[in-house]
């Protein structure tokens, strides 16, 4: 009897964070994602970024691309407050040039895995 209580415990839905169903979640996703795109032509000239504007489309469309296969509506909730925080804090100037650089670090930059080229680039 303990074990089936424990089991409807675990499978009792949990409250949501923003949005109440997936066709939700989506709709602020895909809001989002309007906002961002709206926002790069002003956030590439405040912060006279080295890239184009369609460049920064691109690693937007990436980064949203690299969520594609998260089903879980509080995840997707999650992931939309964070990415409202930094479009907040990006379109505010709160951030500086070097944290918006940081999104093409990983992309422009693969990390290398032989012995020789972690030597010549001086990594450990």
């Known amino acids: 009897m303990a074990g089936r209580e424990a089991v409807k415990r675990a499978v009792q839905q949990v409250r949501p964070i923003l949005s109440v169903d997936r066709e939700e979640a989506r709709k602020r996703a895909l809001n989002l ?15 006279d970024i080295p890239m184009s504007v369609e460049q920064c489309r691109d690693k937007l469309r990436e980064e949203f691309v690299k969520h594609r296969s998260v089903t ?20 505010e100037i709160w951030k500086q040039k070097g944290h918006i650089m940081r999104y093409w670090k990983e992309s422009q930059d693969p990390k290398p895995t032989d012995f020789l080229s972690k030597f010549i680039q001086g990594v450990n």
């Open 33 to 47: 994602y309007k906002a961002w795109y709206r926002q790069i032509p002003y956030i590439v000239m405040d912060y």
């Open 72 to 91: 879980d509506i509080r995840v997707i909730d999650m992931l939309v407050i964070k990415g409202q925080m930094e479009l907040k804090e990006s379109v």
